[in-house]
């Protein structure tokens, strides 16, 4: 069954289109189970009725004719319940209808199964028999299998054919569901980066020069057959002819006459080179791929092979001539801070992800630019959205492909909209953070980029609460030395002097990975990152700590935090460094104080350790992403359990609320500088905790101030307590939305709540 099943599955997932896909699936699906029947329904998004859509066996003329409510016939049975159903005489079930003219008269056996994806229900798959008997296990288990493992294929193909529609005159808006990353709603011209020479990773595009595409895959063709004829001289003596004939076989693979000729004639048709090659070439390896024989199954490497050599001289001439449109929507199946580095700030309006969740690191830094993202967009057709018009919606977590006139005129509303909220607010600028009873609470800013400060300073932040150096390590192809370093530490202290700047030490590992340092881990969010690292590379932690206090003179404004600390010998040692940095530097001639030295908690262990913690340090920081992440076994960049990660979890509140108690007991101060802290709903419950300052990205604070300056402390305890009662997410939420409702306050906590109107 499982070879039968993968075949199925590798031919689905080969089709040009939704159509053939359907056509395949009750092709093979039929003859596999060697059943009369095979058919499938699709679920219509703007009827939610289920669409006949695919047959081997019925009325092929009815195919999207008729459709039925999710209510109506077996069908709808299996489509309202979401279930298996498998019958031995179809007409005595009590939900039996008979439609006339689609051929089912003669057919007894009935079984159906749903397709479903993502827990969106995407259509019925169903055999029919002229016998009357009941289907075994096996055919059961076999069309749960295949209607399981299709869900996904058919998503993509659904989307895939839909955004590859050129009319948008149609009324009809193509819309991929993901996870918000960044909120703010970005209108653009879609770009994909693709990996290095990755064939399968090169999108579909016009040639803008036909001529100038094939000059550029003649010159890369001829640069990879000079490689191969230098490497077939070196080795000529070293093998047997038999084996060096290889080399001729390489050769003719480029020739005119096969494959080369190919790539030719697609470039001519109007495809660009990087397209061309890799349709033609992704083409031929999937034909070998699928052949018996062993020798020729091996073609399909040294098929692709040849491809990546030729795709690697394309991409290295077309690097240098990337032209950003005004407006771009950058795409990528992982979006990393160096893409976002390469695109003009100016010119970058939106980001679109196929890989991570809210906060994997690339949405915080997308946050931290005020740039709208979309995360674990999986069922993108990323290959098909290059030059296309996107709408991505960073509140809801939604792009939208093509849309037609008067979508695009409502979204530009949307945008205008959030423009005109981020006006009104700029006034608060200058106010104190404070309640309307008198507390006053600090809030800070978190950075990394340069192109942070601006939009920092702008924000009337009282401090940096994070500052995350491993940006500055991750832009880099090597290690930045210890004066590039000072440079950078020492812009950011003289930006905020003389405000805090909280300077935390290298963290990368789990979802961040240098490129010169790579880690690869089977499970590197439990592995080796942040303080561990340092720890076990003393050399890179002592040269940014001596940076930071030579940063530092004249200014004594820095603070050091370190990352990822979940034993007290972690602490101890890296104080020890500090010290021994300190002195160092002393010795050189600098005079400053020894700075403020805090922790980050994280990890479920350091919350049990808070007293002791405190009781070591000048403060504690609670990174409140990681310590979701870990509190609730939910890996943040995965976005198939992104719904279930969440920061007013109340086992997460529970842990912050034990965190303020154990360091208010010990006079240490304590702030938070997670993503939860620029959450204005969590705003009353953060301060009523007891957090002395609470750090966000800059686009995120003016909101937080307005939630902060319109209740009051006393207010903020009283919905605290209610908490104690309550024991889910939902509770959670609601119990806020009701606080930011007596205060008028939904707007500044929910934006782009009315995007619904705009579809």
């Not at 997308?366 to 960073?394: E, F, N």
């Not at 490129?515 to 040269?543: K, Q, S």
């Not at 913690?613 to 992403?625: E, I, K, Q, T």
């Amino acid at each position: 069954m499982i070879e039968t099943l993968r075949k199925i599955v590798q031919a689905v997932s080969e089709a040009d289109d939704l159509e053939q896909a359907l056509s395949l699936i009750v092709h093979e699906v039929r003859r596999a189970m060697a059943t009369d029947v095979c058919t499938v329904y699709l679920s219509d998004r703007a009827t939610t009725r289920l669409v006949f859509r695919a047959t081997e066996g019925l009325n092929r003329d009815k195919i999207g004719a008729f459709s039925l409510a999710r209510t109506e016939g077996l069908v709808g049975w299996v489509a309202s319940r979401g279930e298996m159903l498998n019958l031995e005489d179809a007409s005595a079930h009590p939900s039996f209808q008979l439609v006339p003219g689609l051929g089912e008269e003669s057919f007894n056996s009935f079984m159906g199964a749903p397709i479903i994806h993502q827990r969106d229900l995407l259509g019925v798959l169903i055999v029919q028999q002229a016998d009357s008997r009941r289907f075994s296990d096996d055919e059961e288990a076999f069309l749960i299998t295949i209607s399981a493992q299709l869900a996904g294929i058919i998503a993509h193909a659904e989307v895939s054919g839909l955004a590859a529609l050129p009319d948008t005159s149609s009324k009809t808006i193509t819309r991929i569901v993901g996870v918000a990353g960044s909120p703010g709603i970005g209108i653009g011209e879609g770009v994909f980066v693709s990996p290095t020479a990755d064939l399968s990773a090169v999108p579909s595009r016009k040639a803008d020069n036909r001529k100038a595409e094939l000059r550029a895959f003649r010159a890369a063709l001829a640069r990879v057959r000079d490689d191969i004829e230098v490497v077939s001289d070196n080795l000529k003596d070293e093998l047997s002819p038999e084996d060096h004939a290889l080399f001729g076989v390489y050769l003719n693979i480029l020739d005119d006459s096969t494959l080369g000729g190919e790539v030719a004639s697609l470039i001519k048709s109007g495809e660009w080179a990087q397209g061309a090659l890799s349709q033609v070439l992704l083409k031929h390896i999937k034909h070998f791929e699928r052949m018996e024989h062993s020798y020729l199954r091996e073609r399909a490497v040294d098929v692709r092979d040849l491809g990546t050599r030729v795709l690697t001289y394309l991409q290295d001439d077309s690097e240098n001539r990337r032209d950003w449109p005004e407006k771009t929507i950058l795409i990528a199946e992982e979006i990393t801070a160096s893409a976002l580095g390469e695109v003009p700030r100016d010119n970058l309006v939106g980001v679109v992800s196929l890989r991570g969740s809210a906060n994997s690191h690339a949405a915080i830094i997308a946050r931290g630019m005020g740039v709208p993202a979309v995360m674990g967009a999986a069922d993108l057709p990323y290959s098909r959205l290059d030059a296309r018009t996107l709408v991505v919606d960073g509140h809801n977590g939604r792009v939208y492909i093509n849309p037609p006139p008067e979508a695009l005129r409502r979204f530009q509303q949307l945008v205008d909209d959030d423009l005109a909220l981020s006006e009104e607010l700029s006034v608060l600028r200058t106010d104190p953070g404070q309640t309307l009873d008198g507390h006053t609470v600090p809030l800070w800013v978190n950075t990394g980029l340069t192109a942070d400060l601006p939009r920092a300073l702008e924000s009337g932040a009282d401090g940096v609460g994070l500052y995350r150096t491993e940006v500055a390590f991750l832009l880099r192809d090597k290690f930045p030395s210890e004066e590039e370093q000072r440079q950078l530490y020492r812009e950011q202290l003289e930006a905020f002097a003389p405000a805090p700047v909280t300077m935390r030490s290298l963290d990368i590992g789990g979802d961040k990975s240098l490129p010169y340092f790579p880690i690869n881990e089977d499970n590197p969010f439990l592995g080796w990152r942040g303080v561990r690292v340092t720890l076990d590379h003393p050399e890179i932690f002592l040269a940014q700590i001596r940076a930071m206090l030579k940063a530092n003179e004249g200014l004594g404004n820095l603070r050091i935090l370190l990352p990822m600390i979940s034993a007290i010998e972690e602490v101890d040692e890296s104080l020890a460094l500090i010290q021994r940095c300190h002195d160092e530097v002393m010795a050189e001639g600098y005079t400053q104080e020894f700075p403020p030295v805090g922790a980050m908690i994280e990890v479920p262990s350091a919350v049990w350790l808070t007293d002791v913690l405190a009781h070591r340090l000048d403060f504690l920081s609670v990174g409140s992403n990681d310590l979701t992440q870990y509190l609730l076994a939910v890996d943040r960049t995965n976005s198939r359990v992104a719904d279930m990660y969440h920061g007013l979890h109340p086992a997460v509140l529970g842990a912050l609320a034990k965190i303020c108690l154990d360091a208010r007991q010990r006079s240490c101060p304590v702030s938070i500088c997670g993503e939860l802290a620029g959450d204005p709903r969590a705003t009353p419950l953060l301060i009523a905790m007891g957090f002395d300052q609470l750090s966000m990205n800059a686009a995120s604070l003016p909101r937080v101030k307005k939630v902060l300056n319109s209740v009051t402390l006393t207010e903020a305890k009283e919905v605290l307590e209610q908490l104690k009662g309550l024991h889910s997410v939902s509770q959670v939420k609601h119990l806020l939305d009701d606080l930011m409702q007596r205060r008028g306050l939904e707007r500044y906590v929910r934006p782009g709540q009315e995007q619904e109107r705009a579809e």
